[in-house]
């Protein structure tokens, strides 16, 4: 009995809570962008009625109970998700995030998740597969026709990061020499067109892309003129193992909706569509933010302390081998810190602008670097740039913390250490900023990943050496 | 003489920086995807030949042309966009960042930028007037017709980050009494369709939204079925007042294509597109990420010395004032560090892992912030499983720098205070990692901005005077 009140008070906390996401979510997108809006949900809701609940899931897009999904604690969320009805898991199995889609799986029967995922289109089924189970994988795999086991093969061929995982097979073709009316009366057959269809693909007999027909030009062009005639022969053609990086900059710069994808022969195996590549982006940006904030992957926000505790770890492991690092190079020089113990509260700036100064230099080469605009020829202009920058602002700050240090200490000899360390340390910044990159860059590794952590650890053992050292030299 | 000669070097100068770039650009994206690509083009480029540079520009999409400006220095830039034919430069200075649009427009004459932006649409020159002089924009002004000005005088009135910055007004309407095969003849009648058109926006006599006519039911509907029984009620609309992130989120949400701008009475006034979307995604997540390396705005490649170090000021300004007041910290315990050397350089350990692990619990908080994943309901569960991690990580960590220096400075009560000050500082790290960013949050701030130079700037002064402290207490 107790038990049962325990159940029965998780579930109304649980309904609370969704109460508040839903009045939240309604405020954000549902009031301002008109979609329908049901009467009286909310106090349906105060009322703890499950079946209201229900019929309110039931009218929400597939992505909207995602959202409401992530941001529910997990006994909350598994109470919500056995409200939603069956045929619809699987679409919002694909819309939530990595970690939350494992915790949702894992509550399913292996029933359930065959049910699931025979729904979806077999690109759909791809992106699934890698969190789906074996046994669940080999009951839809049986399930499917043969063509369909052919595009889920394909579609689980390719590495997550190209083309070919971001392709889909939803494409109508057409011959090039029929006329305008027969693809009309042919459209005018079928029940309805693959979202996202802006252009019909014109092959020949073999399944070779000939060209493209906009349907815009279709919807304006007389009927009795051949596709032939006002088809797009030249056009951005899309390869299965092209980084998915290069299509998203196709689209974003030729303003596309849809584009083919065509083997080494040139026979037409499927399509991109804009919104694989609005995802693309999106989570390329932030898993870019997460690794930038020392994360190593996305993170249910409810995930277990534990787990949490292991995302974390990684970054906190190779930031105590560099701090290790910069507590012997102080070390070295503790005999100058003994005598002169000023130099122990002032070393920080002098670590802590230089590495500020190093960020800003690798954020402009790593952006550049992944727009394609640094060459061999101009490389060496921009490290002069660097250099300049890092003089002029070397002197300005450098001689602001001079000051500082006269100011407090009452010493004219430290305050021209403390200018010129901060002047050393922020051209080591520059040449850095500007090296390590490239470097990275040539090694074939990403830029982005690990530049900033790199930079940080040796302007601040740098610092820590060149302004110690100068004091060594000069003042004790 | 001399003079002339110079002038001919950096012509040839450029020409060989536009090779180059023009090689890597076809490597990077039009040998890939298909697009025209002249014979023989890199061999006219090495002749040096003006006249067949101008020719590949001109066979360049304007994205393309814009590429290759961005990334050339300044005088080779120049020579360039002086190649480009004259009506395509509206075009491309849509293209191009702000930084460099500035460089090209202070190059040209009032009478070629008029030119220039006479052939854009209104959205688009709206787009273009912050950065254009005013005598400019008012011969263009001129040059507009009635409904034209209204449209420019609209799109102008609101800010960069609203739907009504990213709306253009190419629709088209139609009414919801004619069959389809009325809209059929009327579209036939045109020479051409905005691009982006997924839908016809269905209008009443005044104006006011009924609904919306995707073209893909258009081209599968009978030819005699009236457009009110295929048109689509109840959807998306956003509002020109509206801030334009969460018409991005809209747009990914539900995989839109197009989307209508209706104002308070309901009237269409305009639409939004996907790829003004994806540009805006893209810029957003640039100056996020430009921020969030210490620079406080985009920055031209080439942008001259001076104003790289005014672009950099302002964050080594507020990084140098948190140095100060942390030095500041470290300097009230000098007479403790004189006693203990040992204590200088093991304190930067102690605020560097903190630092690190309250930068991971902002990035967390901050994103799901940006996903309106957090309410006062779950907020509390929050706290309590980041003081978890930050308590299991206080431990590990703590542990293991504790063991770091008993193994170099031999004592036990010094291994002890690192352990007790990284827990402590890492406990600090996570109330504060959740605390900073749901504060700015409800004074109305962005979290994202400044959120992570502050955590920073707290751990480090905080971890300073954790371990200083409890060294003064327990060990001198």
Chains 1, 2 share one sequence.
Do not use: C
Not at 126 to 147: H, I, K, N, T, Y
Not at 152 to 165: F, I, N
Not at 442 to 462: E, F, N, Y
């Amino acid at each position: 009995m107790a038990e049962l009140d325990d159940n029965r008070s998780s579930v109304q906390d649980s309904l609370q809570q969704v109460t508040a996401l839903l009045r939240k979510h309604e405020q954000n997108l549902l009031q301002q962008h008109g979609l329908p809006r049901p009467q009286q949900v909310e106090e349906l809701l105060h009322k703890q009625d499950l079946a209201a609940l229900q019929k309110k899931l039931d009218q929400l897009h597939p992505a909207d109970v995602a959202y409401i999904l992530e941001a529910l604690p997990l006994e909350e969320r598994l109470v919500v998700w056995d409200l939603v009805k069956a045929e619809r898991d699987g679409d919002i199995l694909l819309e939530v995030s990595d970690a939350v889609r494992e915790t949702l799986i894992a509550h399913m029967e292996t029933r359930e998740l065959v049910a699931a995922t025979e729904q979806l289109d077999t690109d759909e089924i791809a992106d699934l597969a890698p969190d789906l189970p074996r046994e669940v994988m080999q009951d839809v795999f049986r399930s499917l026709s043969v063509g369909e086991r052919e595009q889920l093969r394909a579609a689980m061929s390719y590495p997550e990061d190209t083309v070919g995982a971001l392709m889909d097979f939803d494409m109508i073709t057409v011959r090039d020499d029929i006329t305008v009316e027969v693809v009309s009366r042919y459209l005018r057959r079928l029940d309805e067109m693959p979202d996202h269809t802006d252009q019909l693909f014109v092959v020949d007999r073999d399944g070779h892309l000939r060209g493209l027909l906009p349907v815009s030009r279709l919807l304006v062009t007389d009927l009795d003129v051949p596709v032939s005639k006002i088809m797009v022969a030249e056009s951005v053609k899309l390869h299965p193992d092209e980084k998915a990086q290069d299509a998203a900059l196709a689209f974003e710069r030729y303003d596309l909706v849809s584009a083919p994808v065509v083997d080494s022969d040139g026979k037409l195996v499927g399509r991109v569509t804009v919104n694989a590549v609005v995802d693309f982006i999106r989570e390329e940006t932030d898993s870019e933010k997460l690794s930038a904030g020392g994360l190593r992957e996305e993170e249910d926000l409810f995930a277990s302390v534990w787990s949490s505790v292991k995302n974390r770890w990684t970054w906190l492991a190779v930031n105590l081998v560099t701090a290790f690092i910069a507590s012997r190079v102080i070390g070295t020089f503790e005999g100058s810190i003994g005598k002169l113990v000023a130099l122990a509260a002032l070393m920080p700036i002098i670590a802590g602008i230089g590495g500020n100064s190093g960020n800003q230099t690798i954020t402009m080469i790593v952006r550049a670097l992944a727009l394609g605009q640094i060459t061999v020829g101009n490389a060496r202009k921009l490290f002069a740039k660097e250099i300049g920058v890092s003089f002029i602002n070397g002197l300005i700050w450098g001689g602001v913390v001079g000051v500082f240090a006269f100011l407090i200490y009452h010493s004219v000899p430290l305050g021209l250490v403390m200018t010129s360390a901060m002047l050393l340390n922020l051209l080591l910044a520059a040449v850095m900023g500007v090296t390590i990159p490239l470097l990275m860059q040539k090694l074939g590794r990403d830029p982005a990943v690990g530049s900033s952590v790199l930079i940080t650890a040796i302007t601040d053992s740098g610092g820590f050496f060149i302004f110690l050292g100068l004091a060594t030299l000069f003042l004790v």
